[in-house]
């Protein structure tokens, strides 16, 4: 089946305390895009920390900076010159815990949103309430990795979709069965969206339609790997 | 711009020294899809190890899996019970060396192809003879990652497109300059892929349509971070 994967343009810049859900169901309406079940909704976080004014003050002071994401991170993994890779308090490991400047007004850094898989939850109801669709909703941020350059999109809030999908004990086409293939399944959604959204224009919105993913309320944080298991901390 | 993303289905096993661009042709004709200047054509590395020959026998020996392991990596990064952490010679840094039983016939184990940029290329070649279109090759395997749960497909062979989107000297809708804003594209193609290929069942072809990306020529191993750039070796 083919999945398309639709960028939503026309979305303005997005103040504290907006109403997210009304913004998103009002573009769609102009797009005239109308919302499926089973559509899943993707969103860049820096929108959803706007309106949920997850920004810090900020008056290009790079000690400032570094207060704001020391403030952010739980743990510190690495430092090298300005770059640090950190622990956040939602267990995501990132670049500077997530307080990022680009694409955000004069005087303000984002942070990742206190609780996004909270955040997911509440705009998935919201836009269910509105459409009658049953949706799911990905929030995004944008991570490096070790040991492959570039970054990747990932999904760091999740609501009406399970996070990762199981494979254990299904069978390959030669009837055996597999043993260790978990699947990271909404951050394979994350990174597809990010295909249509772009870095430097700032669409926050996209929707992934004919996805065929299983039932289930997963949670972004079932991807964070613990630190027991995890060989490279 | 919506993108779409086509799993083909209809391809059957391949075997050693098979015509993996005759075999995909065909398949693309019996779906009566009709490829487009543009189209990026995603490839599980499985297809082109077993038509490259790039197996090894598997007596069902774990010694012998073992011995293959430490025959396909240039070097060890970590090792826990069953499961290492390796280098391969085209530098990915992967577990047990690529080395996969799963959907493979009896008897044989999957390798990497041995060069599979160069594999991309040829496969490039022959479909854009054969239709004429100005197609992309992107060839992937599935690959878990530190911190994070579950795996995700990445890119391990690129030809028509570049890996890496770099987005520095860009602004941002503030009109400041992005800094350090490079999109490991392919990956996010592989990952989208996933999304219609599926682990349980074999799809090892798919199309992605409608997707914008810049002209080049990138090679999957552009997204080795060297060792010495590396924080986390």
């Known amino acids: 089946m083919t999945?398309?994967?639709t960028p939503i343009y026309g979305i303005g810049e997005i103040g504290p305390g907006a109403d997210l859900a009304a913004i998103f169901l009002a573009a769609l309406h102009d797009a005239e895009f109308v919302l499926l079940d089973g559509d899943v909704l993707v969103v860049t976080h820096k929108a959803v920390s706007k309106a949920e004014n997850a920004v810090a003050r900020f008056d290009d002071d790079e000690d400032q900076r570094r207060a704001i994401i020391a403030g952010e991170a739980t743990a510190i993994l690495r430092r090298r010159g300005d770059l640090v890779i950190t622990e956040t308090r939602h267990g995501f490991i990132c670049a500077n815990?997530?307080?990022?400047?680009?694409?955000?007004p004069e005087g303000l850094l984002a942070l990742l949103p206190h609780d996004p898989d909270r955040s997911a939850q509440r705009l998935r109801?919201?836009?269910r309430r509105a459409t009658g669709a049953d949706i799911a909703v990905v929030i995004t941020d944008t991570f490096g990795r070790p040991w492959r350059k570039g970054l990747t999109d990932v999904a760091i809030g999740v609501a009406g979709m399970p996070a990762l999908v199981d494979y254990r004990g299904t069978t390959d086409t030669f009837g055996r069965t597999l043993t260790v293939t978990e699947v990271a399944l909404v951050d394979e959604v994350a990174a597809a969206a990010d295909l249509v959204m772009g870095k430097a224009k700032s669409v926050p919105l996209a929707v992934v339609r004919g996805l065929d993913y299983p039932a289930g309320e997963g949670r972004a944080t079932d991807l964070v790997r613990p630190a027991d298991e995890d060989m490279f901390r």
Request: net charge neutral.
């Open 3 to 5: 999945i398309e994967i």
């Open 97 to 104: 815990a997530g307080v990022d400047r680009s694409n955000m």
């Open 125 to 127: 109801t919201k836009i």
